[in-house]
């Protein structure tokens, strides 16, 4: 039986804390756990949350392709060292842990991640964190780092060239098709029900889409033009006038115009061909192949989704993604759903150190030392260090890799030259920032949005 460390999400703290220490009888202060293992057997969890509803299953008949994310980006700075899917999000987690957690939870084992930008930090966490035996016998999640070869002296020049160039490696095992992923993308989808579609429509390729219900919404993917049977007639890169995620119909009434999520299903003949006959020389996947297999006639359809979707099209949309963790409502992402769990690296961090802190609707992830301070509506990430009398207040620190002490250790003197250590210092007041990884906020400082 195989065993998969599956790590549940960070401590949410809904209530006033106050976790005091005692001086007079000197009891030491409390720990508040923040993640809990639990070692379970992937093979049941698979079976019993996603019946085998198709043949031949998944696990034997779809590779998933997953992009790191692009040079671009419209999350920089946060990209300024880091690609997108490596960005830390909801204290414990990386965004590109949503994806592969749901190809895990899809029965899907055979995972390849394709990275170029600011890769150091995605490559490491996806080879640290989905190595060993987690995903079966079969199962791999491989990353293949942009490459130079006798053939293609330059780097990878887009989506479909990427995926030409690796056409050798990922012809290796006798799949059926390829299941193409954004990998900084935050969703929970049932990636089987969308092969079902697939195979059920009998499509060449098969673009997942945004339901018209989902209201006013804007998409970098472009927009679909899709008539009754869910048939994509027409691609478009960018939008009209009005907002293409409205009900708003074209001439022909039995036509929408919905907007892409850039998940797409391809037989994997048809990629073979669009890739090295059509579109030769094509680098984008989304706006010359895909838009080109639409004109070569092949049966492309349309795949609907109504749940939640976050595209992280801006920094204000990652930090309203984190905000939505500290809220009593269904509107986010379900970071505690058992159904379909969300996978890490596991750390092997202590639980939180809690001291006479005012802790109200946060999330506090692995590893922290929280002082006398206030905390309200703000993710905490790993190692964060937080001083006396600090306020941090609707924010997201992602943590640090290391303790302030070990920073100390290691250069001799704290923070470097700066005399700073890691984390927030004393009296310091936060509100409404991201604080990025191993960042140094000194005393009595104000970082604030009005």
């Given at each position: 039986?195989?065993?998969?460390?599956?790590?549940?999400?960070?401590?949410?703290?809904?209530l006033k804390?106050?976790?005091?220490?005692?001086?007079k009888?000197?009891?030491?202060?409390?720990?508040?756990?923040?993640?809990?293992?639990?070692?379970?057997?992937?093979?049941?969890l698979?079976?019993?949350?996603?019946?085998?509803?198709?043949?031949?299953?998944?696990?034997?008949?779809?590779?998933?392709?997953?992009?790191?994310?692009?040079?671009?980006?419209?999350?920089?700075?946060?990209?300024?060292?880091?690609?997108?899917?490596?960005?830390?999000?909801?204290?414990n987690?990386?965004?590109?842990?949503?994806?592969?957690?749901?190809?895990?939870?899809?029965?899907?084992?055979?995972?390849?991640?394709?990275?170029?930008?600011?890769?150091?930090s995605?490559?490491?966490?996806?080879?640290?964190?989905?190595?060993?035996?987690?995903?079966?016998?079969?199962?791999?999640?491989?990353?293949?780092a942009?490459?130079?070869?006798?053939?293609?002296?330059?780097?990878?020049?887009?989506?479909?060239?990427?995926?030409?160039?690796?056409?050798?490696?990922?012809?290796?095992?006798?799949?059926?098709?390829?299941?193409v992923?954004p990998?900084?993308?935050?969703?929970?989808?049932?990636?089987?029900?969308l092969?079902?579609?697939?195979?059920t429509?009998?499509?060449?390729?098969?673009?997942?889409v945004?339901?018209?219900?989902?209201?006013?919404?804007?998409?970098?993917?472009?927009?679909?033009?899709?008539?009754?049977?869910?048939?994509?007639?027409?691609?478009?890169?960018?939008?009209?006038?009005?907002?293409?995620?409205?009900?708003?119909?074209?001439n022909?009434?039995?036509?929408?115009?919905?907007?892409?999520?850039?998940?797409?299903?391809?037989?994997?003949?048809?990629?073979?061909?669009?890739?090295?006959?059509y579109?030769?020389?094509?680098?984008?996947?989304?706006?010359?192949?895909?838009?080109?297999?639409?004109?070569?006639?092949?049966?492309?359809?349309?795949?609907?989704?109504?749940?939640?979707?976050?595209?992280?099209?801006?920094?204000?949309?990652?930090?309203?993604?984190?905000?939505?963790c500290?809220?009593?409502?269904?509107?986010?992402?379900?970071?505690?759903?058992?159904?379909?769990?969300?996978?890490?690296?596991?750390?092997?961090?202590?639980?939180?150190?809690?001291?006479?802190?005012?802790?109200?609707d946060?999330?506090?992830?692995?590893?922290?030392i929280?002082?006398?301070?206030?905390?309200?509506?703000?993710?905490?990430?790993?190692?964060?260090?937080?001083?006396?009398g600090?306020?941090?207040e609707?924010?997201?620190?992602?943590?640090?890799?290391?303790?302030?002490?070990?920073?100390?250790?290691?250069?001799?003197?704290?923070g470097?030259?700066?005399?700073?250590?890691?984390?927030?210092?004393?009296?310091?007041?936060?509100?409404?920032?991201?604080?990025?990884?191993?960042?140094?906020?000194?005393?009595?400082?104000?970082?604030?949005?009005?």
């Amino acid at each position: 039986m195989l065993a998969s460390q599956l790590f549940l999400p960070p401590s949410v703290v809904n209530l006033k804390a106050f976790l005091k220490l005692d001086q007079k009888h000197h009891q030491p202060p409390m720990k508040l756990p923040s993640t809990s293992l639990l070692v379970m057997s992937m093979t049941n969890l698979q079976q019993s949350e996603h019946p085998a509803v198709l043949f031949p299953p998944a696990n034997q008949s779809v590779a998933a392709i997953v992009f790191g994310g692009k040079s671009d980006s419209t999350l920089y700075p946060l990209t300024k060292r880091r690609s997108e899917g490596a960005i830390p999000i909801a204290a414990n987690y990386r965004l590109i842990d949503a994806v592969v957690s749901n190809c895990i939870n899809s029965n899907i084992n055979k995972i390849y991640a394709l990275t170029q930008f600011n890769s150091t930090s995605l490559n490491s966490h996806l080879t640290r964190a989905y190595s060993g035996g987690a995903l079966g016998k079969e199962g791999l999640v491989e990353v293949i780092a942009a490459y130079q070869s006798p053939e293609d002296k330059a780097w990878f020049q887009g989506t479909a060239d990427a995926i030409r160039r690796c056409l050798w490696l990922l012809e290796e095992h006798p799949i059926i098709e390829f299941l193409v992923l954004p990998g900084h993308h935050l969703y929970r989808m049932d990636y089987q029900k969308l092969i079902e579609a697939h195979r059920t429509t009998n499509a060449d390729v098969t673009c997942a889409v945004l339901s018209t219900t989902m209201g006013n919404r804007n998409s970098e993917f472009g927009v679909f033009k899709v008539n009754f049977e869910n048939k994509v007639i027409e691609f478009k890169e960018k939008p009209e006038k009005k907002p293409v995620g409205s009900s708003r119909k074209s001439n022909d009434s039995a036509h929408d115009n919905v907007p892409g999520m850039g998940i797409y299903v391809i037989n994997r003949d048809v990629m073979i061909k669009l890739l090295q006959e059509y579109f030769p020389k094509a680098n984008d996947l989304r706006t010359e192949v895909i838009s080109g297999s639409i004109s070569l006639g092949m049966k492309v359809h349309a795949y609907r989704f109504d749940g939640y979707w976050e595209d992280m099209r801006s920094i204000e949309a990652f930090y309203q993604a984190n905000m939505e963790c500290t809220k009593k409502t269904n509107m986010g992402y379900n970071f505690y759903g058992k159904d379909s769990p969300l996978y890490t690296l596991p750390r092997f961090l202590p639980p939180s150190l809690i001291t006479d802190a005012v802790i109200t609707d946060s999330v506090i992830g692995e590893g922290c030392i929280l002082n006398r301070c206030k905390i309200k509506g703000t993710i905490v990430g790993l190692r964060t260090w937080v001083g006396d009398g600090a306020v941090i207040e609707d924010s997201v620190l992602m943590g640090s890799d290391i303790y302030p002490m070990q920073d100390v250790q290691t250069n001799g003197i704290e923070g470097k030259a700066t005399g700073i250590p890691l984390g927030i210092g004393a009296g310091s007041h936060i509100k409404k920032a991201i604080v990025d990884k191993n960042a140094r906020i000194g005393k009595n400082v104000m970082v604030m949005v009005l």
